[in-house]
C-alpha cells in the first residue's frame, strides 16, 4: 500500500477518533463535576462553556505551530491521552484532600480543551497540501460530528455502567494513546523525531494501562452496582471504609455499607438526636459528643450560644479529617469541625471515656449500631457506668439506639440496659425517610430531671418543634419484652441485632 | 513472600540445668534474713503476698528467671499484652473463701450482694463471645462440639455430661465433696472409688462411652488442664475438671476471670506489695538444715557471683523436678512425677483468613489439631477490635515418653516450629501465613505436672508436702498434683500459715 496516499484516510480515522475522545472528556468532566459539587445543571453548562472556550483558546494558538506539524500532532495526541485520560482518577483522589476543589476541575476541563482545539487546526494543515481544500472542510467536520454523536450516545448508555468515570476517561485516554502509537509508527519515516515519540507513546500507554487497572481497584464496579448511585470518595481506614454517594443532588455516606446519614434529611435525625438534650439542659456550657465525626450533631449544638466547649471523639481520624478539610462535606456541617469551640480526638471512645477527666453538661453519643462484639460493647451497662465520672450533676445524655420498629428488641434491649445503670431515662423515636423509624434514649444521673421541661430553644430549626412528649409514644409494632440486659460477659444485643436486621 | 519475625525464647533452662552439673564460684557476699521465699510463681508469690500481709516477718523472695509469674507470666509488645502460660482463673467456689477476700483485696471482686455473694467486676470476667470450635469446617459457638455429630454422639455427650453434674453433687457421709478446690477442702474418702489408678481412657471403655467426639473432646480438656491426654491421665483427675468447679454464683454462668496479659495480671497483683524485696535471676543450687538455721547458697546470674542466704526459715516454692537437686536427701520417685513440656507463641497477624461461621472469640479451638487453639488477647480490650491481632497459640507435647518430648522441645528451630504452627493454624484459617507479622515461641521445658495415675493417691506426694525439721516449708501446685492458680494459691498462703503457726516450736 502506498502511505502517502493513505495518509488522508488514516488522519481523517484519526479526527474521528479525536472528536470521540474529546467529548467523552467534556462529558466525564460534566459528570465528575455534577457528582462531586451537585446541582447538575450548573455544572454541566459551565463545564461546556469552559471546554468549548477552551477549544478557541486552543484553536487560535495552533497557527504557532509551524514546523514538524506531524510530530507536534502525535504529541498532542500523547498529551490529550494522559491528561484527559488521568482526569478522573486525580480529582477523584483529590477530592478529599483540595480545599479549591473546583479551580483544580476547571483548570484540568480548560487544559483538555485547549489541547483538543489544537487538534482539528493542526490537522488541516498538516493535509491541507495533499487533498483537495474542499473536500478537506467537509470531511474533517463530518467525521469530527459523526465522532461527537457517538460519544454522546455511548456516554449514558454503555460507558458509565460498565466503565464508570474512572474506566471510561481513562479507557479513552488509551484510545487516544493508541492513535498516537499507530502514527508514530506508521508514518515513521515522516516524522522528525519517531524514535522519542515512539518511547513516549508506548510510556504514554503502559501509564494508562497501569491506571486502568489500579482504577477497578480504587472505585470498583461493583461498588458502583452496590449502592446504586454514584460512588463519589471511597477510603479504607484502620476502622472502616468510608463510602460517599451521590444521587440526585443529595449525598450519602455509607460506613461498612451502612448508611450513615443521607443529606436529604439527616436534619431530622441530628435534630431529633441534639436538640431534646440540649434543650432540658440548663445552659449547657461543655458537651460531649462519642462518636459522630461526621460533625453533624456538633453543628446542631453549636447552635446553642451557651455552648463554650465542644469536645468530639471519633476513633477514625480518616473520618474527621475528611469532614474537616473536604469543600463539600464542610458545606453540610457548617464547618463545625474547624469552630473554635470544638475539641476533635480520635481515640476509641470506651478508652478515653476511662480516663478522661473532665466534665459535661450534655452528652451525645452517635455510635454505629451494635453490628458486631466491637460496637455492642458500647452499648453495655459496663459502659454507661462508665460515664458517670464524666457527667455534672444534672447532665443530660441522649443516644441514638437503632430503629424500634426494624429491630424492638434490639431497641429495648438498650434501653433496659440504660435504666439498669441510669434509672432516669426516657425512649423516644422519629421518622426518618432515608433510615425509617427511628429510636433515641434520654437519660439523666438526677432522678429530679423532668425531660418535659424545656429550659432554652434555638430558632429556625427544620423539624424538632420542643414537643418531646409527642415522640414517646410507642405502637404495639414497636415494642419488645422480656430483654436482657447487654453485658460484656454476654454481648445479647449483637445477637438481638443480628437475628432481626437479618429478617430485613 | 511473607517474611515473619520469629524467636524463640523460654523460662531459661539453660541456667536451671547447671544444677545438674554444679560448678558455681565461691561465695562472696553472705545475708541473713528470717523468711526466705524460694520461687516466684503463683505458691511463691502468695507466699509472699500473704506474709507481707500478715507483717511482722522480713523475707526476700529469690527467683531463678528475669521475671516472675512461672507458669502465670506474660509478655507485652506494642499492640497488647499476652499471656505466656496460664490464661484465665475460673470463678472460686464460694467455700473457697481464702481466694474471694485476696480477690476482693486487690479489686477483682468489687462487693458482695445482699446474700453476701461476691460481685465480680465486670471488666475482668471474660467478655463475650467466650468460645469457638472449628469442627467439619465451620466455627460453632462454644467448646462442646456440637456441628456435624450424629446423635449418638450427642446422646453420649448428654450421657457424659450428666455423669459429671452426678460426680459434681457428690459428697461423703460428713457432707465433704468428693471433688473439690482446693483439693485439700474435699473429701478424705476421694480416692476411694479407684479413679485415681486408671487412665480416663480406661475409665470411658469400662464405662461405656465410645464416642470418637467425646474422646477427642476429652482428650482436649485433658492435655488443655494437664499437658497429657486421656491416655495418659488418671480418670480422677479428669473427673475433677467437670466435677469440682461448683459454678456456686449463678448469675455469672460460665464466665471466667481473664486479662490481656492472662494470669501474668494475677501475678502481678501478689507481688505488688513487696517488689523491693524480690531478686530476679538469683538460683539457689543448695539448701542446708542447721541447728538453728537453714543455710542457702545462691548464684547471681546478673552479676555470676554466689550468694549465701542465713534464713531462721525456709519457704520452698520450687517445683519437684528442682527441689531433687537442692535437697539430695529427699526421696525420689521419677515414675510417679511428670511434667509435660509446652510451647505458647505469641502470633501477631494483620488479620484473619475467612472463614465460616462464629465470630473470633476469646478462647478459638480447632477441633483434632494437634495444638491447643488459640487465645485472642485483645478481646478482653475495652476498644474496638483492630489490626494487628495478637494471638496466643498452646501446643503441649504429650506421649509416653515426656522426658523424649522435652528433647524434641528444645531440639525443634524455631523455623520447624514456625511450620508446625502455621500448618495447625491454617486447618482454620486458611492462607494464615501470609497474614503473619511475627511469631515468639516460648518454651516451657516444664509445663506443668501431669497426675498421671497413681500420683494424687500416693503416699509420696503426701511425704514430699512435709516441712523439714520445721525449718523448710514447702508450697507448689505441682504437690497438690493439679497445676492451677487455685491449688497454687493455697500451697502459697497455707504454707506461711503453717510456719508461723509454729514458728515458736
Given amino acids: 500500500m502506498d502511505k502517502k496516499k493513505n ?38 453548562s459551565f463545564i461546556i462553556g469552559t471546554y468549548l472556550f477552551a477549544m478557541g483558546v486552543g484553536s487560535f494558538f495552533a497557527k504557532f505551530i509551524v514546523k514538524n506539524l506531524l510530530d507536534r500532532f502525535i504529541d498532542i495526541e500523547l498529551l490529550i491521552g494522559i491528561i484527559g485520560g488521568t482526569s478522573s482518577v486525580i480529582l477523584f483522589l483529590l477530592f478529599q484532600q483540595v480545599e479549591h476543589f473546583q479551580l483544580i476541575l476547571y483548570l484540568f476541563v480548560f487544559l483538555t480543551g485547549c489541547l483538543s482545539g489544537m487538534e482539528i487546526p493542526l490537522l488541516m494543515n498538516i493535509l491541507k497540501d495533499r487533498v483537495n481544500f474542499r473536500d478537506l472542510v467537509s470531511n474533517v467536520f463530518t467525521f469530527d460530528y459523526i465522532g461527537a454523536l457517538i460519544a454522546s450516545v455511548l456516554f449514558p448508555i454503555l460507558l458509565i455502567p460498565k466503565l464508570g468515570v474512572m474506566g471510561t476517561s481513562l479507557f479513552f485516554g488509551i484510545i487516544n494513546v493508541t492513535v498516537g502509537i499507530f502514527l508514530s509508527f506508521y508514518l515513521s519515516k515522516q516524522l522528525k523525531n519517531p524514535i522519542i515519540l515512539k518511547i513516549k507513546s508506548l510510556v504514554c500507554f503502559i501509564i494508562l494501562i497501569g491506571l486502568f487497572f489500579y482504577s477497578n481497584e480504587l472505585l470498583k464496579y461493583s461498588e458502583n452496582q452496590l449502592y446504586s448511585t454514584n460512588v463519589i470518595y471511597k477510603h479504607s481506614t484502620p476502622y472502616q471504609r468510608i463510602v460517599l454517594t451521590e444521587a440526585k443532588g443529595e449525598y450519602q455516606l455509607f460506613l461498612n455499607n451502612n448508611l450513615q446519614f443521607n443529606t436529604k434529611d439527616e436534619y431530622r435525625y441530628h435534630e431529633t438526636l441534639v436538640h431534646p438534650a440540649m434543650s432540658i439542659a440548663k445552659s449547657p456550657k461543655k458537651v460531649l459528643v462519642l462518636g459522630g ?6 453543628r446542631e449544638i453549636l447552635k446553642y450560644s451557651s455552648v463554650e466547649k465542644v469536645v468530639l471523639v471519633d476513633l477514625d481520624e480518616g473520618m474527621t479529617k475528611l469532614f474537616q478539610t473536604n469543600e463539600l462535606l464542610r458545606k453540610h456541617n457548617a464547618n463545625a ?43 453495655t451497662n459496663n459502659f454507661y457506668k462508665s460515664l458517670y465520672p464524666l457527667m455534672e450533676p444534672q447532665c443530660i445524655v441522649s443516644v441514638q439506639t437503632t430503629s424500634p420498629y426494624f429491630a424492638p428488641k434490639s431497641y429495648w434491649c438498650i434501653y433496659e440496659t440504660i435504666a439498669s445503670v441510669f434509672p432516669n431515662n426516657l425512649a423516644y423515636h422519629t421518622y426518618v425517610p432515608s433510615f425509617g423509624e427511628w429510636g433515641f434514649n434520654l437519660f439523666s444521673p438526677d432522678m429530679r430531671v423532668n425531660f418535659n421541661r424545656v429550659n432554652q430553644r434555638v430558632p429556625n430549626l427544620k423539624y424538632y418543634n420542643y414537643n418531646l412528649q409527642k415522640m414517646t409514644d410507642f405502637p404495639a409494632d414497636m415494642k419488645a419484652v422480656d430483654v436482657e440486659i447487654n453485658r460484656l460477659d454476654n454481648q445479647i444485643l449483637v445477637r438481638y441485632f443480628d437475628e432481626e436486621w437479618s429478617k430485613i | 513472600m511473607n517474611t515473619i519475625f520469629l524467636k524463640l525464647t523460654g523460662t531459661n533452662h539453660i541456667l536451671g540445668h547447671k544444677l545438674r552439673f554444679p560448678d558455681f ?22 507466699a509472699g503476698y500473704t506474709l507481707n500481709k500478715r507483717g511482722g516477718k522480713d523475707f526476700f523472695l529469690v527467683e531463678l528467671d528475669a521475671e516472675t509469674g512461672g507458669n502465670a507470666k506474660s509478655g507485652e509488645n506494642k499492640y497488647s499484652k499476652y499471656p505466656l502460660g496460664a490464661h484465665y482463673l ?27 455473694n461476691p460481685i465480680f467486676d465486670e471488666e475482668q470476667l471474660s467478655f463475650a463471645p467466650q468460645e469457638r470450635l472449628f469442627i467439619k469446617n465451620y466455627w460453632q459457638e462454644g467448646i462442646v462440639p456440637q456441628y456435624g455429630s450424629s446423635d449418638a454422639d450427642q446422646q453420649e455427650l448428654t450421657r457424659f455430661l450428666h455423669k459429671m453434674e452426678e460426680f459434681k453433687a457428690l459428697k ?47 482428650n482436649y480438656c485433658c492435655r488443655d488442664d494437664y499437658g497429657t491426654g486421656i491416655k495418659y491421665t488418671a480418670a480422677f483427675a479428669v473427673i475433677h475438671y467437670f466435677a469440682a468447679r461448683k459454678h456456686d454464683f449463678k448469675k455469672y454462668e460460665d464466665a471466667v476471670l481473664t486479662w490481656q496479659e492472662g494470669n501474668g495480671r494475677l501475678a502481678k497483683l501478689l507481688a505488688e506489695s513487696f517488689e ?128 523424649e518430648q522435652r528433647r524434641k522441645l528444645y531440639n525443634q528451630t524455631d523455623e520447624q516450629w514456625k511450620e508446625f504452627i502455621i500448618k495447625d493454624l491454617s486447618i482454620a484459617h486458611f492462607g494464615i501465613e501470609d497474614e503473619i507479622i511475627s511469631i515468639e515461641i516460648f518454651r516451657h521445658g516444664h509445663g506443668m505436672v501431669s497426675p498421671i495415675p497413681g500420683y494424687l493417691s500416693s503416699e509420696y506426694r503426701k511425704q514430699l508436702t512435709l516441712p523439714i525439721a520445721n525449718k523448710i516449708f514447702f508450697a507448689h501446685s505441682d504437690l497438690s498434683g493439679i497445676s492451677i492458680f487455685e491449688e497454687a494459691f493455697y500451697q502459697g498462703r497455707e504454707a506461711v500459715y503453717d510456719m508461723l503457726d509454729n514458728w515458736e516450736a
Fill in chain 2, 25 to 46: 564460684p565461691n561465695i562472696s557476699e553472705i545475708l541473713e534474713v528470717p523468711v526466705l521465699i524460694i520461687g516466684g510463681g503463683i505458691a511463691g508469690l502468695t
Fill in chain 2, 276 to 403: 523491693n524485696q524480690i531478686l530476679k535471676q538469683h538460683m539457689v543450687y543448695k539448701i542446708t538444715v542447721n541447728e538453728s538455721n537453714v543455710e542457702v547458697l545462691l548464684f547471681d546470674a546478673q552479676r555470676k557471683v554466689s550468694k549465701k542466704i542465713i534464713a531462721e526459715k525456709v519457704i520452698n516454692c520450687c517445683p519437684q523436678y528442682v527441689n531433687k537437686y537442692l535437697l539430695p536427701q529427699r526421696v525420689k520417685n521419677f515414675q510417679l512425677l511428670q511434667y509435660a513440656p509446652w510451647i505458647v507463641a505469641t502470633v501477631v497477624l494483620h488479620k484473619f483468613p475467612f472463614a465460616d461461621g462464629a465470630n473470633l472469640a476469646w478462647e478459638n479451638i480447632i477441633f483434632g489439631a494437634k495444638g491447643l487453639g488459640y487465645v485472642y488477647a485483645q478481646h478482653q480490650s475495652l476498644g474496638q477490635f483492630k489490626s494487628p491481632f495478637v494471638i496466643s497459640y498452646y501446643h503441649s507435647l504429650d506421649g509416653t515418653d515426656l522426658n
Fill in chain 2, 90 to 116: 475460673p470463678l472460686p467456689n464460694a467455700s473457697n473463701v481464702e481466694l474471694i477476700d485476696f480477690l476482693f483485696d486487690v479489686g477483682v471482686v468489687i462487693g458482695r450482694d445482699d446474700n453476701g
Fill in chain 2, 172 to 218: 461423703d457421709q460428713n457432707g465433704h465433696y468428693i471433688f473439690n478446690i482446693p483439693m485439700c477442702y474435699s473429701s478424705p474418702e476421694k480416692f476411694d472409688l479407684g479413679l485415681d489408678q486408671i487412665t480416663m481412657e480406661e475409665w470411658l471403655r469400662k464405662e461405656g462411652y465410645t464416642s470418637s467426639y467425646l474422646h477427642e473432646y476429652l
Fill in chain 1, 337 to 379: 469541625l474547624n469552630n473554635a469551640r470544638v475539641e476533635v480526638i480520635n481515640m476509641d471512645a470506651f478508652l478515653w471515656v476511662k480516663e478522661a477527666k473532665d466534665k459535661f453538661d450534655v452528652m451525645i453519643i452517635d455510635f454505629p449500631d451494635p453490628s458486631n462484639y466491637s460496637l455492642g460493647k458500647l452499648y
Fill in chain 1, 7 to 44: 495518509l488522508p484516510i488514516f488522519l481523517l480515522i484519526s479526527v474521528f477518533i479525536i472528536a470521540t475522545c474529546g467529548l467523552i472528556y467534556e462529558l466525564v468532566a460534566g459528570a465528575l463535576a455534577s457528582y462531586l459539587l451537585g446541582d447538575s445543571v450548573k455544572q454541566f
Fill in chain 1, 293 to 298: 465525626g461526621d460533625g453533624l450533631a456538633v
